[in-house]
């Protein structure tokens, strides 16, 4: 029943009329007066930002850091976290090419939208790293190496937060998304990063142009807080004994070790 109530208020207000009119607010000057309220809500660290004063919410969400506020701390062979937010899930790709994340199974064919992009990940790894509204929103590469192939999927966004996870419909398999694949220069092997939408405002940007990206680089950012998904191939990462589901991480943290 709740799961029930929960997708149908999600359908009645995730549509392209809201999602169009909350960009066209969080974009304007209009905005401006929830800027300090929003701060203040979420507790964002401003001496870390590039920039103190914003002139809408947007720009306050897609907000730079200072060049030192991310230093990269993993090393040749290492996994760079990609984002700052929390470990919401990680562990073995299934023999059929899925993983359960909140009870939910999800198909890897669903997510990358292709069997044969999907079976190279069979037995591999995967991480679900979410962002909530309060974290900083861009999104950086995990690796040293080539972007091979980066496309879109998907249309309307559920939440991706752990109610919209455990209620919502597949979201990390359904939602808008962008995927981007990536051949690592420390081990040649392939990295598929899934950038997905969060509700309301569905936008992810692209700002790496260039196909040979530099551990750390920049490679897009979201406008509001939402969800990253890391798919690596058998026998090719294994992940830092420490880390545990629900963990707060950072940007150039090391999750693991390639081979």
């Known amino acids: ?19 169009g009119f909350l960009r066209k607010f969080s974009t304007s000057r209009l905005s401006k007066v929830l800027i ?8 964002l660290n401003m001496e870390e930002s590039k920039n103190t004063s914003f002139p809408t919410l947007h720009a306050l969400f897609t ?9 990269i701390y993993a090393g040749e062979n290492e996994l760079a976290c990609p984002v700052d937010g929390v470990l919401e899930s990680h562990g073995k790709i299934e023999e059929d090419i899925q993983f359960v994340v909140k009870g939910k199974t999800y198909s890897i064919i669903e997510m990358l939208g292709s069997k044969e992009m999907a079976d190279k990940y069979n037995e591999g790894y995967y991480m679900v790293l979410y962002l909530s509204p309060s974290h900083y929103h861009r999104i950086h590469s995990p690796i040293a190496g080539e972007v091979i192939s980066q496309f879109e ?8 937060n752990k109610a919209g996870l455990t209620y919502g419909k597949d979201p990390l398999s359904k939602n808008y998304r962008v995927v981007s694949e990536v051949k ?3 081990n040649g092997k392939h ?24 551990k750390g680089t920049e490679v897009g950012y ?18 830092n004994n420490e880390l ?7 940007v150039g943290e090391n999750l693991g070790k390639l081979h």
Request: charged letters at 25%.
């Open 1 to 19: 029943m709740k799961q029930g109530f929960y997708r149908m208020f999600i359908e009645l207000t995730n549509n392209r009329a809201t999602s």
């Open 191 to 214: 990295v598929a990063m899934i950038k997905v939408g969060a509700m309301f405002v569905n936008t992810i940007v692209v700002t790496a142009k260039e196909k040979r990206l530099k």
């Open 153 to 160: 999927l998907g249309a309307k966004s559920y939440p991706v």
């Open 36 to 43: 300090k309220p929003y701060i203040n809500a979420f507790k």
């Open 222 to 239: 979201f406008s509001f807080g939402s969800t990253v998904v890391l798919l690596f191939e058998a026998d090719s990462f294994t992940a």
């Open 63 to 71: 907000r730079e850091l200072k060049n030192n506020a991310r230093p």
């Open 244 to 250: 545990k589901s629900g963990q707060p991480i950072k």
């Open 184 to 186: 690592s220069s420390e």
